[in-house]
């Protein structure tokens, strides 16, 4: 059974960095695209970021664009999602995720959580002022 791991959260100040990473086991994810996603207390999950299966394609929510980066090492079976110039409103529960769908573009419906079918259980960033 597959699972994603995500692990680097944790408390940083306005203005900082942090790198999330989500590892994978039980199976390869080196030919599904791979997303990132945050849900914040009281508000709906979003979007946040995500990466084809060899990682050329990249797509990102506006509110993060051009501060986060996504990125895959196919060798380690590991996603990153390196955060820079973090804001306060960027606090929440980040969560990878896995399209069990082959090769797929992310250059579409990259926002969409329906096409992702392996969830990880989250890790926790906050953002202080």
């Known amino acids: 059974q597959a699972h994603l791991v995500e692990s680097g959260g944790g408390l940083v100040q306005a203005g900082g960095s942090l790198r999330l990473s989500c590892e994978a086991s039980?199976?390869?994810?080196?030919?599904?695209?791979m997303g990132w996603f945050r849900q914040a207390p009281g508000k709906e999950r979003e979007f946040v970021a995500a990466?084809?299966?060899?990682?050329?394609?990249?797509n990102y929510a506006g509110s993060v664009k051009g501060r986060f980066t996504i990125s895959r090492d196919n060798a380690k079976n590991t996603v990153y999602l390196q955060m820079d110039s973090l804001k306060p409103e960027d606090t929440a529960v980040y969560s990878c995720?896995?399209?069990?769908?082959?090769?797929?573009?992310?250059?579409?419906?990259?926002?969409?959580?329906?096409?992702?079918?392996?969830w990880g259980q989250g890790t926790q960033v906050t953002v202080s002022s």
């Open positions: 995720a896995a399209d069990s769908s082959y090769r797929t573009s992310v250059s579409y419906n990259a926002a969409s959580p329906s096409r992702y079918t392996n």
């Open positions: 039980g199976r390869t994810f080196s030919n599904n695209a």
């Open positions: 990466v084809n299966w060899n990682g050329g394609i990249t």
